[in-house]
Structures are given as C-alpha cells and as structure tokens.
C-alpha cells in the first residue's frame, strides 16, 4: 500500500530490533507513522512490491511521505535524523556516531541477535549449539567494547542521546534472551536504563501480549 496519506509507513514485524529502533526514532522525534506489520514466516516480504521496496526481502522498510522508499535501518535512521539532535551536523562527533552505527552492524547485530533468535525466538538452540557458542564469544567481547566506552559517559558518541545510541539499544537490551549476563558488564545496563528512559521510548512490544508471539 502506497504511502498515499502523506505520512510515513513502517513495514515491520513484531519481534524485529531493527525495526524497533526505527520506531523508537519516529517516537523521539514525535512523527506520525502508519505500521504494517508481517509475519515474517508467511513470505509477504517476498512478494514483487515488497522486494521492489527492499530487494533483500527484509524489514524494515520505511515508506517516506513522498512515496520513495529506503531500506536498512541505520540508513533510515540518518534520513529521520538530520537536522535533529540525533544526528550531529557533519564534523567528529558526526563521524563518532556513524562509528558506532557501522560497529553495531557490522559487529554486534549477528552475535547478539542470532543468539536471541534461536534461543528465544525460534526456540531451537539444539539446532544452532556450535553457532550459540561462537556468538556468545563474539558478543560478549562486543558487550566489553561497548562497556568500556560507557564507562565515563552517559551515552556511545557524544554527550546526549543520539542514533548512535538508538541503533544500538535493542539488541543490546535484548541480549539477556540469547543467554548474555548484563549483570557482567554494569556500564552498559546503565545505559540501557538510561536510553530506556528518554522521553518518547517505546517498547518492542506495545499492544498486550499475544498467547503465542508471532516473529
Ligand atoms: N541490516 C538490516 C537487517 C534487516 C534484517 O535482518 N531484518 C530481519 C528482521 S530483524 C528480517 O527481515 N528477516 C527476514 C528475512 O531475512 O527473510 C537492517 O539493519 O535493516
């Protein structure tokens, strides 16, 4: 469905941390957005219109009130927040956050959600016990990383929240369902806390909790 009412759409799913911070940045930054929200299982982000919005099959996917459509969600997060607080203009403190935006994908998003999926989502860690065992060790040097840089500031690139902080959040705070201890690394509980408790947080799950989640 087209973006026809002139407002932003989000293609998500219910348990989706990546589509989480997308919806969490639409929340701070207070923008009416429309959700449509797949089921992942049942192949809907397969079909022509959905692959002509994001080739990969994936979401999120984020309708833009002029029809166009982008695809990955840090790269949205860039597009929502310039000229916001959460994106410095360009400069060091800019580049700091793009830093821990390529950190996120690139280091912490396959150890700390392929962990919580299969543990806690697909239920089926006797399927992935060699893989677990390789993410528990990758993220757990991730989560050390990430404690390390918060252990004398509030927030991971600049001084206030920013996407940075949001594009890392979820499956940061999310990590105890894939078997990681939190209790280890204090900084960074903190800061979950604390990103957790900015005006306009939304949680990962908003209506009441359904008998059996849907991924
Ligand atoms: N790098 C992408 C990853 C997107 C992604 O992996 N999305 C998952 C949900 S969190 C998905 O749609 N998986 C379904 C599939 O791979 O078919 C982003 O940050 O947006």
Known sequence: MPAADGVYVLHDSRLSGNAWKVRLLLSHLGLPFR????VLPEGKTRTPEFLAWNPLGKVPVLELPTGEALFESCAILCHLAEGTPFLPPPGIDRARVMQWLFFEQAE???PLAGARFWI???RRP???AAEIAE???AGNRVLGILDARLAAR????TDRCTIADIANFPYVAMSPEGGYDLGRYPNVAAW???VRRQPGHVPLIEE???AKESV
């Open 35 to 38: 959700r449509v929200t797949y």
């Open 108 to 110: 912490a998003v396959k």
């Open 120 to 122: 806690a989502v697909a």
């Open 126 to 128: 006797e399927e992935k």
């Open 135 to 137: 993410w528990h060790a």
């Open 154 to 157: 509030e927030f991971l690139a």
């Open 192 to 194: 979950v806390d604390r």
């Open 208 to 210: 009441p909790t359904a």
